[in-house]
C-alpha cells in the first residue's frame, strides 16, 4: 500500500512504509553526509565567498585600510594607541598568539578577561585604569571617569570608545600635537557615529578614523 | 532608557510581524506536495522514496543514523585538517578528546567552543565541517518539531513524515537560500567572506597586528538562522568580524527568533487550531520580556564596586553607561541584553559579549533560560519543550480537577506521562548531576578562572549550556581538558536525544490513538487561560530544581556585589 507523504491528504489511519533495512539506512546516512557536506559545506560558501568579493571586494577582503600601499589596519578593528598624539581606545585582555603574555589587540587572538564581578583582580584592574587615565589626561583626583575608558571589551578588539571618553583626551593630544584643542574636538565630533538608522546600538567614536584624520591633517 | 525600550519594542514587533508569513511558508514546506527538480535530485543520489512515510520508531532512527554519519564523517574531516586545502595558517589537526568535543557539539546543534576558531580551525575545516553541521543538525531539529506536529495533530495516524524529504527541504527551501540573502547583508555591513590569508597591518604607531580573516559571512548566517551559535572567531559576535554594525546585531537577533517563533504559528496550521499556536507563541513571549527586563536593569544598574573606584556607569548624554566590563560600545546594555536574553531563549549560545562578566542577576537569567530550555527554543526543540510542559499542564489540571487529562483530543494516559517526565527529569539530571561532580573533582577545579560564588556559576553554567544545547559558556573556564570535553560532550547528548526521542514516542503514541470529542469535562488548551497555568508550572517545576544551586551561584554571587564584597 502507497502512502502519500502529507498529514492533509492521509486517510486517518494508513500504515507507513516499513522500515528500510539497517544496511540501506546507513548507507542513505553516509550518502546524505558526504552530499550535504559538497553542498552546504563547500558549494555554499564558496559561491558567497565569489558573489561577495565580485559585489563588495572591500569589505570580503576584510575592510583593510591602506596607506601608501602598506596595510595599517581595518576599519572595524580596533588597535593599540599609546602615543600621547593618538586617541586611545578601549583596555584590551587579548593575549600572544602563542598565550606567553598579554598582547592588547591582537586579531589574531580575540579574548577578554572573563572576571566576574567581584572578582578582586577586576577591581584591582579597573583601580589601576582609572588611576593612569586620570593621571595621563590630567584629570582631577575624583574626576569620574566613562566606564567604557576602564574596562576591557569582549573582543578585545573594540574599535570604539563613547564620545565622553574621547573628549577627554582632547587636551593631551592637542598638547602632543602642538594644535588647538578645538581642533581635536572637531575631528572626534566628525567621526561621531550616531544610533544606526537613528535607533539601533549606541553613538560611539571610531579610534583608528579620528587617529588616521588627526594624521592626515 | 527611552531609546533602549524604543530598540526592544522594535525588534520584538519585527518578529511578532514575521511570524504569521514564515509560518506559513514553513507550513508549505512541512506539508507542501510538490518536489522540486534539484530535490528529486537528491532523493535520487540518496536512494530514497519521497512518498513513504515513516512512524515514530523510523523517523527516530533515521535522525540517528543521520547523525552518526555525519558525525563520523566530521571527525574525520577535522583530524585530517592538517593535510587538507585552505589552511593558509598552518593550523594542526585538534587533539581526539577535542575533536570528539567539537564533533559532538556540532552535531547536536549545542556548538560548545572547547576551542579557539582563528587558533585551531583551518577555513576548510570552518567551511566543510562547521557550517555543514549548522545546516544539517537546525534541519533535524526543525525536522524533528515538524514529525512531532505532525504526530499531535493526528490526521495521518502513524505516519510522522519521511526524515529525508524534511531535511532536504528546510535546507534547499529555507535555510540555503536566507543565508546565502542575509551573508550577502552581513558582508556589506563588514564581515570578511575570503580565502585570503591571515592580513598584516603595520599600525600608525609602527607596531604589527595580524588580522585573522576567513569565510565569515556564510557561517555567520547559518550561525543564526539555524540557532547554533558557534563562531568564527574565538570571541563569537563580539569580535567585530563577526558582528560589525548594530544592523548585524539587530539582523543576528532577529534571525535567531525567526524560526523558533514561526514554527508555533505552523503549528496551529498543521493542527487546523490557530488559537493554540499563539497561546504557545504568547506564554512564551511572556517568559522573554520578563528575563529581558531583569538582565536590561541589572546590567544598565552597573557594578556599585566599580563605582566606588570613580568609574561612571550612569548614562549621560556623551556615553552609555552600565556594567562595561565584557562588552563592546557599539552595542551598548541594550543591544547587548537583547542578544543575551535571546541568545538563550533560542537555544544558540552565541555571544556578543561576556556572560562570565556580568553582574549576578545578569547572569542569573542566561543560566534560567537554558535550565528552562522553551523559550521560544531553538532548531525546533525549544518548541517540543514547551509542548512537553503542556502535556504536563494538562496533567497537572487533570489531577487537581480529577478528570482523564485529555490534551488535543487524545487521552494522556500513564505511557506518555511517564514518557514526559523522562524528558523532564532528564535535563536536570544532567544538569545537577554533572555540576555536581565537576564540583568534587580536584583537576575540574583547576581549570575556574573566578573565585567564590562565581567559579561555581562557571561549571554550572558551563553543564547547563551543555544539556541545554545551547553552547553558550561562562568562557572563563578553561574546559579544554578532558574531563570537560568527556563530560560536557555526554551532557550534549543526554540533553539531545533524551528530549528528542522520548518526545518523538510520545508524538507518534499519541498519533496513535482515536480522537475523543470534547465535551463540557474537557479542559481548552487553547485560552490565555491555560497559557498561563503552563508558564506558571514551568516556573513552578524549574524553581523547585533548579533554585537550589542557583543560590549558591549567581543569586550569593549578586549578594556579594550589592554588599561590596570582592572575592579574592
Same mark, same amino acid.
Given at each position: 500500500?502507497?502512502? /502519500?507523504?502529507?498529514?492533509? $491528504?492521509?486517510? #486517518?489511519? @494508513? =500504515? !507507513?512504509?516499513? &522500515? ?18 559538497l ?38 578593528l ?13 583596555? /584590551?585582555?587579548?593575549?600572544? $598568539?602563542?598565550? #606567553?603574555? @598579554? =598582547? !592588547?589587540?591582537? &586579531? ?64 593631551r593630544?592637542?598638547q ?5 584643542p ?36 | ?46 536512494g ?40 593558509p ?56 518539531a515538524a ?56 599600525t600608525?604607531?609602527?607596531a ?29 559576535a ?48 511572556v517568559?522573554?520580556l520578563?528575563?529581558?527586563a ?72 542566561p ?5 528552562l ?134 508524538a ?61
Open positions: 500500500m502507497t502512502t /502519500s507523504l502529507h498529514p492533509d $491528504t492521509l486517510p #486517518s489511519h @494508513p =500504515e !507507513p512504509a516499513p &522500515a528500510a533495512p539497517l544496511p540501506r539506512l546507513l548507507l542513505t546516512s553516509f550518502l546524505a553526509a558526504g552530499l550535504f557536506t553542498v552546504c559545506g563547500l558549494g555554499y560558501p564558496l559561491l558567497t565567498t565569489a558573489v561577495a568579493g565580485a559585489l563588495l571586494p572591500q569589505q570580503a577582503a576584510g575592510s583593510l585600510i591602506s596607506q601608501n600601499g602598506k596595510v595599517v589596519g581595518s576599519a572595524v580596533g588597535q593599540n594607541f599609546t602615543a600621547p598624539q593618538y586617541l586611545h581606545g578601549r583596555p /584590551s585582555m587579548t593575549n600572544k $598568539t602563542d598565550g #606567553s603574555g @598579554p =598582547e !592588547p589587540y591582537n &586579531a589574531e587572538n580575540s579574548g577578554a578577561s572573563n572576571w566576574g564581578a567581584t572578582n578582586a583582580k577586576l577591581r584591582d584592574a579597573v583601580q589601576e585604569r582609572i588611576a593612569a587615565f586620570r593621571k595621563e589626561n590630567g584629570l582631577t583626583e575624583n574626576a569620574p571617569v566613562p566606564v567604557d575608558a576602564v574596562t576591557a571589551s569582549a573582543s578585545g578588539l573594540d574599535p570604539d570608545v563613547s564620545l565622553a571618553t574621547a573628549l577627554l583626551q582632547v587636551n593630544i592637542a602632543a600635537r602642538g594644535i588647538q578645538a581642533d581635536v574636538e572637531k575631528v572626534i565630533r566628525a567621526h561621531l557615529t550616531g544610533r544606526q538608522l537613528g535607533v539601533l546600538g549606541e553613538e560611539r567614536v571610531n579610534v583608528l578614523a579620528v587617529n588616521l584624520s588627526l594624521d592626515g591633517q | 532608557m527611552s531609546a533602549s525600550i524604543l530598540q526592544f519594542v522594535l525588534l520584538l514587533a519585527i518578529m511578532t510581524a514575521l511570524v504569521i508569513p514564515v509560518g506559513n511558508w514553513l507550513y508549505g514546506v512541512f506539508a507542501g506536495q510538490r518536489h522540486t527538480a534539484p530535490e528529486r535530485l537528491t532523493y535520487r543520489l540518496l530514497v522514496d519521497p512518498a513513504h512515510g515513516m512512524n515514530w520508531k523510523v523517523y527516530g532512527l533515521a535522525i540517528v543514523a543521520s547523525n552518526l554519519a555525519m558525525l563520523l564523517l566530521a571527525y574525520l574531516l577535522i583530524r585530517l585538517q592538517g593535510v587538507l586545502p585552505w589552511n595558517a598552518g593550523l594542526a589537526a585538534q587533539s581526539p578528546d577535542l575533536a570528539w568535543n567539537t564533533v559532538v557539539s556540532f552535531m547536536t546543534n549545542t556548538n560548545w567552543q572547547a576551542y579557539s576558531g582563528e587558533q585551531s580551525l583551518s577555513y576548510f575545516s570552518q567551511m566543510a565541517v562547521i557550517t555543514t553541521f549548522m545546516f544539517t543538525s537546525a534541519a533535524t531539529g526543525f525536522a524533528g514529525a512531532f506536529m505532525r504526530g499531535l495533530a493526528g490526521k495521518s495516524g502513524a505516519n510522522l513524515g519521511n526524515f529525508w524529504v524534511d531535511i532536504t527541504r528546510l535546507i534547499y527551501r529555507v535555510l540555503l537560500p536566507v543565508c546565502f540573502a542575509l551573508a550577502l547583508v552581513f558582508v556589506w555591513q563588514g564581515m570578511p567572506q575570503t580565502l585570503n590569508a591571515y592580513a598584516t597591518a603595520t600608525l604607531e609602527g604589527t597586528q595580524k588580522i585573522a580573516l576567513g569565510p565569515v559571512a556564510s557561517l555567520e548566517s547559518i550561525k543564526h538562522i539555524g540557532t547554533n551559535g558557534g563562531g568564527f572567531f574565538s570571541m563569537n563580539a569580535h567585530p568580524f563577526e558582528n560589525p554594525t548594530p544592523l548585524t546585531n539587530a539582523l543576528h537577533i532577529l534571525s535567531m527568533l525567526l524560526i523558533p517563533s514561526a514554527l508555533t504559528y505552523a503549528f496551529g496550521r498543521l493542527l487546523g487550531n490557530l488559537k493554540q499556536g499563539w497561546v504557545i507563541f504568547g506564554g512564551m513571549l517568559m522573554f520578563g528575563f529581558l531583569t538582565v536590561y536593569s541589572f546590567e544598565q544598574a552597573g557594578n556599585p564596586i566599580l563605582s566606588k573606584l570613580g568609574a561612571e556607569q550612569t548614562m549621560t548624554a556623551t556615553h552609555a553607561g552600565g556594567n562595561m566590563e565584557g562588552k563592546e560600545v557599539r552595542f551598548g546594555i541594550a543591544q547587548t541584553a537583547l542578544f543575551a536574553t535571546t541568545t538563550t531563549a533560542a537555544t544558540t549560545g552565541s555571544v556578543d559579549s561576556m556572560h562570565d562578566s556580568y553582574t549576578g542577576m545578569g547572569g542569573f537569567v543560566m534560567l533560560q537554558m535550565m530550555n522553551n523559550v521560544f527554543g531553538g532548531k525546533g526543540v525549544g518548541f517540543i519543550n514547551f509542548v512537553q510542559y503542556l502535556i504536563l499542564s494538562v496533567f497537572i489540571a487533570g489531577l487537581m480537577v480529577g478528570r482523564t487529562p485529555e490534551f488535543l483530543g487524545k487521552k494522556i494516559e500513564a505511557r506518555e506521562v511517564k514518557l514526559v517526565m523522562l524528558a523532564v527529569l532528564a535535563h536536570p539530571l544532567s544538569i545537577l548531576g554533572f555540576t555536581a561532580l565537576a564540583a568534587v573533582t580536584p583537576g575540574a577545579l583547576a581549570s575556574l578562572n573566578n573565585p567564590g560564588a562565581h567559579g561555581f556559576s562557571e561549571i554550572l553554567y558551563a553543564y547547563t549550556s551543555g544539556t541545554a544545547n545551547n553552547g553558550s559558556a561562562f568562557a572563563g573556564l578553561g574546559a579544554n581538558t578532558p574531563f570537560y570535553n568527556l563530560t560536557i560532550g555526554l551532557a550534549m547528548l543526554f540533553g539531545r536525544y533524551l528530549t528528542l526521542l522520548p518526545m518523538l514516542a510520545v507518534g503514541m499519541l498519533a496513535a490513538k482515536r480522537r475523543t470529542p470534547a465535551n463540557s469535562g474537557t479542559l481548552p488548551t487553547d485560552t490565555p487561560l491555560f497559557g498561563a497555568l503552563t508558564v506558571g508550572i514551568i516556573l513552578i517545576v524549574g524553581a523547585l530544581t533548579f533554585l537550589p544551586a542557583l543560590t549558591l551561584g549567581p543569586i550569593a554571587d549578586h549578594l556579594q556585589m550589592v554588599q561590596g564584597v570582592v572575592v579574592k
